[in-house]
């Protein structure tokens, strides 16, 4: 079996592997008619060699085997985004997309060997039942889960189910020596696509969208009128290291800036009509300033937000080229309940531009691509940028913007290297700050409830001496050992991520954005600008 595989990816069989997924389309649910038998009986050849195959090869053939594997590699070998999805993997992502799945409800982390709840999801059954931050959860039903091993991908099986079964957690909490027993009785958990909304200021609002799902649009207006009500007239929109998602949610979250009848985004393909998506009378926050922060990691849907933002100069758009994905997947079902997405258009902005990046049938180099960006100095210096003048386009009020892939903000900001240092590396790859801060909330966690919110505890909790002097302690401990340079040179940014972490097991997502938006960089430029007006 792995000599066929190899002789498969091999591209003297591109032409067979095409054929013989043609075929394969015989048990797809899709539209039959483009299996058709044409003029040079190719496909009756296919037929014959596949039967030859079946009762003549020297070895046995799996042919449900051989039906996956050339279908993944004949999909794949068209371009970067079309895909086989099998029916292992399509649930886990259809729950992405959708905004739910269904399972206990909280949010955790492995700490010690330990499965320690985080935060309760609101409204969630185990949050219903009582479990409260900071609970470790030690055994499931008659399974042990403490000290064993367990990984993310475990705990997750272990946890999820479907809705309305049952399952026994034994609790261990801080100050009580007995294990607490919860029955949860699984339900829907809302996986949630905006993770923080909150004022900076009597006027400045700041949204953080992680994906673009199918329960975004609602959430996003939601987070926008919760923010307008308390005064916002400015709006910082996070978009970095958004994947994307759903073309509707993208349309629609633009919609509430623009004036009715403008372009947001067209698509168009060799088997698909252009399609123009236009703005409706419908926006909310037609007429407020704006402000998108990218970067590298903002794809897809991201990037039409920021595409359509900048042409029609709505808004000012902060901080690094981003990934470049301009390609439309329409996803089809198989019969078996596996799936796959074919690319079938282009996106393109309203000036026209189209956002996919160059690309050849060579995948590795095209996924490669964002890492040579590091290489080449493009996320630390402006001038390493490269763009083409037959690739300029101009907005609405005549700036020149560039197409060749992604889009390129107004304001380039570079990628922060400060406070990095080795001795830094070996904190992070141990994970110190996250259980540090966990134990100092295990331990004051009466004390930080005398902060009645996020907003509070961010302006007057700091992270003193003493305390930096605990987390050296409790690094030293570990065997991180670093140089007095180093130690200084990290420390302020080591502060800020302990304060982040600590704020977060208390103040959620909130607590978590606040402090790590304080000295960042495209942040800081996003309030320069609103208060340069």
Do not use: C
């Not at 609602?218 to 009128?225: S, V």
């Not at 331990?443 to 009645?452: A, G, P, T």
């Not at 959620?508 to 402090?515: K, L, S």
């Amino acid at each position: 079996m792995s000599s066929r595989k190899s002789s498969i990816k091999n591209p003297f069989f591109i032409l067979f592997i095409l054929a013989l997924g043609m075929y394969l389309g015989k048990y797809l649910s899709g539209p039959t008619q483009y299996l058709q038998i044409n003029n040079t009986g190719q496909f009756p050849k296919l037929v014959e060699l596949l039967s030859y195959l079946e009762y003549n090869y020297v070895d046995a053939i799996d042919l449900d085997s051989l039906q996956e594997e050339v279908i993944t590699n004949t999909l794949e070998s068209l371009d970067p985004h079309s895909s086989y999805i099998p029916l292992e993997e399509l649930q886990d992502i259809t729950e992405s997309m959708q905004g739910n799945f269904e399972g206990i409800g909280v949010e955790f982390q492995i700490i010690k060997d330990t499965i320690v709840v985080i935060s309760p999801i609101s409204g969630g059954p185990s949050q219903r039942q009582g479990i409260r931050a900071g609970d470790k959860i030690v055994r499931v039903d008659t399974m042990n889960v403490a000290g064993v091993g367990f990984t993310n991908k475990d705990v997750l099986k272990t946890l999820k189910g479907d809705k309305g079964t049952e399952v026994l957690l034994f609790i261990k909490r801080k100050n009580i020596d007995r294990l607490l027993e919860f029955n949860i009785i699984r339900d829907k958990i809302p996986i949630t696509s905006v993770d923080v909304s909150y004022m900076v200021d009597k006027e400045i609002g700041y949204v953080k969208v992680n994906r673009f799902s199918g329960t975004t649009d609602k959430e996003f207006i939601t987070a926008l009128d919760g923010l307008k009500r308390k005064g916002m007239k400015k709006l910082i929109l996070d978009l970095r290291s958004n994947p994307g998602g759903y073309l509707s949610a993208a349309i629609n979250m633009v919609d509430e800036f623009l004036s009715s009848g403008k372009i947001i985004v067209y698509t168009e393909g060799n088997s698909r009509n252009k399609q123009v998506y236009k703005s409706t009378y419908h926006g909310g926050f037609q007429n407020e300033e704006v402000v998108v922060l990218i970067d590298e990691g903002s794809a897809s849907a991201s990037e039409i937000v920021a595409g359509a933002i900048q042409d029609h100069d709505r808004g000012i758009i902060i901080g690094r080229r981003t990934f470049g994905k301009g390609l439309v997947q329409e996803q089809s079902q198989m019969t078996d309940g596996s799936a796959f997405r074919l690319t079938t258009a282009r996106y393109y902005t309203p000036s026209g531009r189209s956002i996919q990046k160059p690309y050849t049938d060579n995948t590795g180099a095209y996924n490669q691509e964002s890492s040579n960006r590091y290489y080449n100095g493009e996320l630390y210096h402006e001038d390493s940028v490269k763009v083409a003048d037959s690739l300029k386009f101009y907005t609405d009020e005549g700036r020149v913007v560039y197409g060749g892939g992604g889009i390129y903000p107004d304001y380039f900001i570079p990628l922060d290297t400060t406070g990095r240092s080795d001795w830094l590396y070996d904190v992070l790859a141990e994970n110190m700050m996250r259980t540090f801060a966990f134990d100092y909330v295990d331990v004051h966690r009466d004390q930080l409830k005398k902060y009645k919110s996020a907003a509070e505890f961010h302006s007057k909790f700091k992270i003193k001496g003493s305390l930096f002097k605990d987390f050296l302690d409790a690094t030293e401990a570990k065997g991180i050992i670093g140089t007095k340079s180093e130690i200084e040179n990290s420390k302020p940014w080591i502060k800020m991520r302990l304060k982040a972490f600590i704020a977060r097991q208390e103040w959620n997502d909130e607590g978590f954005y606040r402090a790590i938006n304080e000295n960042d960089s495209m942040t800081e430029k996003a309030l320069e600008l609103f208060y340069a007006k």
